[in-house]
């Protein structure tokens, strides 16, 4: 806002002077907002939080005059106003306005007294209001600049918030509600109602996140004990038992045909292979990898014998399991080719690679039980 065009408000002498107290010390405030955008950030970066948003904001004059023009008598000094400066985290989750508190709690000083927790309005219409409001003060010990010393004396106001419930607050803003403007019962009727909504999937965001969590971490606990059987197939179970490295023993003794390298490689594409196959479970991958582990290393040993590749690709050992898969399931070319159009997609490269990895299989002896 350019402060050029402020309206002039004619204040009292002790309201005068704290507004020109303001215009004389507005860069220590904006000296202020700075280091504290910079000291929260980098806290928020080394916990591992990710952020919506960071606001900050010193008042305008304009704002300021108008606040003690409203609040005539209430202030006696520049340094009993808390909200001149102040910034505002939007956070994805509920919980994490928890953690940001805790981490705003251990790096400032907080004035515990004129801190509010909004949350704690209970009515269906304060949902956009429901943030959390500290009252701040920087410590020396964690920030102090010699040509601004009163900087540690300033209070200032830290809001932290949700996105869905900052999202609320400015729509709230734009249709005058609460704005001391008289709307029709209705509409007031439909935007508390639309409050409730937006305060349960603030909720259930983070219910459904931290039930997602928990399940993770089941799974890592299962495949970690090995019970594959009872992990269903999915992104997050095939990613934790890929960290296990199953295929490598095969690998190994199919690079060792030729002397090889094994070039690694990423093998998550391979979930897509084991969904057309009708695999439910890690169980089925473990069953397969049991089954068909010396076929499949037959099958590459009869294409490698004739070569001198040194560099194998790490996704060798699972394609070959996957042709001895299809083939022992009586499928020949055809369903070989629809494999490998699973795993690569449409290609015509994928029935002349069918028919070499049946061609080659053919005289094996699993072909031939």
């Known amino acids: 806002m350019n402060q050029d065009n402020a309206k002039p408000v004619h204040l009292p002498l ?21 280091a504290v955008r910079r000291l929260l950030i980098e806290e928020i970066r080394e916990n591992g939080i990710y952020i919506n948003a960071f606001e900050g904001r010193v008042k305008t004059e304009e704002s300021l005059a108008g606040k003690l023009e409203r609040k005539m008598g209430k202030y006696v000094s520049l340094l009993d106003l808390t909200d001149i400066m102040g910034v505002r985290i939007i956070a ?30 209970l009515d269906i219409d304060r949902f956009g209001y429901s943030s959390l409001h ?64 937006l305060e349960l999937a603030d909720e259930q965001f983070c219910v459904i996140r931290t039930g997602i969590n928990n399940y993770r971490r089941s799974v890592q606990a299962l495949v970690r004990s090995g019970c594959f059987e009872e992990v269903a ?52 991958i473990e069953k397969m990898l049991k089954d068909d582990s010396e076929d499949a290393y037959q099958l590459a040993a009869f294409q490698l014998a004739n070569t001198d590749l040194d560099i194998i690709n790490s996704s060798l050992a699972v394609v070959s399991l996957c042709a001895v898969h299809v083939l022992k399931q009586g499928g020949g070319v055809l369903e070989l080719s629809r494999f490998l159009e699973a795993l690569n997609g449409v290609s015509i490269n994928n029935k002349q690679r069918a028919e070499s990895l049946y061609h080659a299989a053919r005289n094996l002896p699993f072909m031939n039980k």
């Open 134 to 197: 500290y009252i701040c003060r920087i410590p020396k010990e964690l920030y102090f600049d010699p040509e601004y010393p009163q900087l540690n004396e300033i209070r200032f106001e830290v809001q932290m918030r949700t996105a869905l419930q900052h999202v609320w607050s400015v729509l709230n803003h734009d249709t005058g509600y609460k704005s001391g403007l008289e709307i029709p019962k209705e509409y007031l009727r439909n935007l508390n109602r639309l409050a409730g909504m």
């Open 92 to 121: 994805f989750y509920s919980d994490e306005v928890d953690k940001i508190a805790a981490l705003v709690g251990r790096i400032f000083e907080i004035d515990w007294d004129n801190s509010i927790d909004k949350r704690k309005m």
């Open 14 to 34: 002790r309201e005068s002077t704290i507004l020109e107290e303001f215009r004389n010390t507005r860069p220590v405030y904006e000296k202020l907002l700075h």
């Open 233 to 284: 197939l999915d992104g997050d179970s095939f990613a934790n038992y890929l960290e296990a490295r199953p295929f490598d023993s095969l690998n190994k003794r199919i690079a060792a045909i030729n002397q090889a390298e094994i070039h690694e490689t990423s093998l998550t594409r391979f979930l897509k292979v084991f969904a057309f196959f009708g695999f439910k479970t890690l169980g089925d």
